[in-house]
């Protein structure tokens, strides 16, 4: 039998499996909301609100929380289809679609603390 | 002993089960750029009223409709799969000695969805 | 006057093929009569040279999976008429090697088989007498103690199809058979298949195994259990221990 390395899986699998309840959950209606209700007139998020939203502490942790999320869970599944598709996956790879999803996670953060409070 | 070994290529191709499976894995795309698209959007509030106010102009685009719309499907598509395999997922779930079926798991999960995302959308509507 | 179903079955002699090819029979048919029957008529009255394994007849023996219009089913519990009027196709299982005509090698499931110590492991064996186990112990691993080892769950896993190496449904959900067994004490030397890269991590959830499973063992959910078995066990390993 091939050498039994444990595998680093569960960090990225944890990641996902947040990302994937939480877009579960609210990804719809928040997609909703952004894509139809705000373009058809029926929410008025204006850049007051937004900026509100984003000073407080809680909006701030909604907004990381969602953006980081909804990356890690995307791109683990992305790595994962690109391995479907029978393309040969390595760490490489694994390291691109993850670093892309811890960067735009700290840019989220960046530009959280940015707004201030 | 000269075995044959078939070769892989294009097997989602040849069993709905499999088509349906890659349509759920797509979710995924739409669910990235989707984070992008708020991710650009914090990035315009931070630069201020102005730059934001084109960011929610944008949302109205032929453009951007079309993606939220797609979207929107796909990540529907990816909650229903997703609450439909939660149960196996877990170890067996207990009250006493009774076993919670599995219909009631995928049931609670589904409603906890449409509680949630509506009192989202009243809070949304609410504060804006 | 008998209906005729056309069944087309994949043909392959190493001794002569370099590739397989398909070869179609015209088979009469009752209403009660099985894939495998029908594969017997030929065998019996065509082509004595059609290789394909069965036993029981009753599915219970895991000898005779088939794919059958691209499906993994078990010969025996598969009927000529709910094709009729179409055309059957039979081929080997999938994402086997073919050893010859409609007959695989299992000795990769026969090794990971192996390698997940499937029996009960003990230090507590009763010196007279059985275990004892409620009915409650035995439901959390019944289901996964149904396995016949037929392997339609590896044909219809893309995931063991695109890689060989991964430990695949049917082993790892007798895996969860045994670690979930109150007299089995063997969970630790078992975690060690489980936590590897081909162990769980191999799975990305298509569930197919499931959906195709004859015995209602439902393996997808003994490998996704293990994903949070294994997680736990990566975390909280320095905690624990």
Redesign the interface.
Known sequence: MEALKRSNKPIFWSLFGA???L?????????????????LG??????E???A??QNGFGKAA?LL??SL??F??????Y??VH?F?VHVGPGLKAAFHGFAAL?TL??GW??L??GV | ??????P??G??R??P??LW??LR?????F??I??????T???R??QG?ES??RW?ES??SPV??A???I??LL??Y??WT??K?M??????V?IG?R?VPDGFIVSF?FA??VV???A??IA??W?? | MKRTIQVECLR?H?ETDA??RYQTYEVPFSDDMSVLQGLQYIKDQLDGSLTFRWSCRMAICGSCGQMVN??PVLGCETFLRDYYPGKLRVEPL?HF???RDLAI?QTDFLKKLESVKPYVISSNVPQQGTFVQTP?QM??YYQYSQCINCLLCYAAC?QY??NSSFTGPGALALLHRYNADSRDEGKSERMKVVNAEDGVWGC?????C??VCPKGV?P??AV??N??NSTKDYFFRFWLK
């Open positions: 990302g994937g309840m877009s579960a959950l609210i990804g719809p209606m928040l997609i909703f909301i952004t894509g139809i209700a705000m373009p029926m929410v008025n998020f204006s850049y609100r937004a900026a939203f984003a907004i969602v953006i909804f990356l869970h995307g791109v683990h599944r992305m994962h289809c479907d029978g735009g840019a989220a530009l959280l940015s707004i | 002993m000269r075995t044959y070994t078939r892989m290529a097997w989602w040849r069993n089960f499999y499976y890659m894995e797509a979710s995924c795309v669910i990235t989707y984070a992008l698209v708020l991710l959007g914090l990035f509030l931070a009223k934001f106010d929610l949302l109205a951007s409709i993606f939220h719309a979207a929107l990540v529907l990816h909650a997703w609450f395999v149960p196996r997922t877990m170890p067996f207990r000695k076993r999960a906890s969805s949630l995302s509506g989202l959308f949304v509507w504060f804006s | 392959y190493p590739a397989p691209g499906v999938n090697p073919i050893v090698d409650r439901e959390d893309p199809g695109l990305t959830l298509v569930g197919y499931s959906e439902d997808a959910r996704n259990q994903k949070i």
